[in-house]
């Protein structure tokens, strides 16, 4: 079987490597015109975490993790005010966890596709035609490729489901946040951060900082929009929303890039009645994004994919292994997404009696008990 990916991040390496490992013929196709730097650290653990160790890659991903002492709250003089052990967050999960940036999970991905998969980086989909028999992908210089399957795995913002689905307006799920990611060279920062995610114990906005293995600190951050809007200019954007944030904050506004050097996005769910039409269909984060808030995105990227690519070859047809990817996977990323709404409220209070009641949760999550509860909460189905 010939297959066209389309999306060389999370999910379009994965499966691009497992269907090679099936046999099959494999194209993906990647618009920017070279891997892209930007982005933050996840914590990797949940389906994707044994989806990559059944994939044999556990051992490249875990030689890139970061060891994290914790996940600290402060306040704008920066005093701690909770603190979350990342030893206890491990616990809860059974120790099936790592620490990365997206950016290192996606070299390790590629460090590991088999040489028969092609990747080609600055070729975007224009069009595509499916006649029942055969799809046919058009790029942006005129090129085609025939394929006998063609996966969107393009992100929230799919090429792919538009062409084939329709305008993202029709299944977007806007959460009320934006957010944003950057890197910087900041020594004062770096010595208050290191070894720990630090974050602005804040309302409507927060700002979180961990230090890079090259010494470079790396900044996160969200707040609430009523608007989905991306903005033209992401660096100005971004300084007017954390501007009057203290602690370290205003010293790292000063050093953030300009705006082609600066993550940002609306964050968001995908939710569409069906994931595949005909001889095209999508995973990841362009038929089921769950948003930062529920987490794991990574990882369901990453066991999507294994599930689609095993499915495809259990099948007696690829209509049944469509049928049976979804049939098996879209429960697990529903249960996601609505974790993620659920959550929404709590991973940014919006008063100082939801601070408050976060602050005390975080201390209640060190009983075994709870931790046990924390463990089952945040790991889903």
Known sequence: MKVVICGAGIAGLALARQLATHGDEVVVLERSPHPREQGYMIDFF????????????????????YEIENASFVDEHGSTRATMPYDQLRRAVGGR??????????????????ATVDLRYGA?????????EQVTATLADGSTLEA???????????????????????????LGFHTSAFVFDAPR?????????????????????????????????VHRAEDPTLPDDARRAVTEAYRGLGWVV????????????????????????????????????????????????????????????????????????????????????????KAGRAAARWFLPRSRWELGVRRAALGLARIPLVNRLVGQLISGK
């Open 189 to 221: 920062i770096r010595d208050a951060c290191r070894g720990r995610f630090a974050m602005t114990d804040t309302i409507g906005r927060e700002m979180g900082f961990y230090v890079l293995r090259d010494g470079c600190v790396a900044a996160f951050g």
């Open 46 to 65: 949940g389906p994707g975490y044994d989806a990559a160790d059944q994939m044999g890659l556990l051992p490249a991903i875990r030689g890139v993790a």
């Open 148 to 174: 006998d399957l063609l996966v969107g795995a393009d992100g929230i913002h799919s090429t792919v489901r538009r062409l084939a689905f329709g305008e993202e307006s029709a299944f977007l799920r806007f």
């Open 124 to 132: 975007a989909l224009t069009g595509l035609d499916d006649n029942g």
């Open 250 to 337: 205003p010293e790292a506004l000063e050093h953030c890039p300009p705006s082609a050097q600066i993550y940002y996005d609306q964050v968001a769910q995908i939710e569409l009645p069906r994931w595949s039409a005909g001889r095209v269909t999508l995973v990841g984060d362009s038929c089921y994004a769950v948003s930062l808030l529920a987490g794991q995105g990574a990882s369901l990227a990453i066991a999507g994919a294994k599930v689609l690519a095993d499915q495809l070859h259990g099948a007696p047809t690829l209509a049944a292994g469509l049928a049976a990817y979804e049939r098996q996977w879209r429960p697990v990323a529903e249960d996601k997404q």
């Open 97 to 114: 966890l790592c620490s990365l940036m997206r950016p290192d999970l996606e070299e390790v991905l590629r460090q590991h596709l088999p």
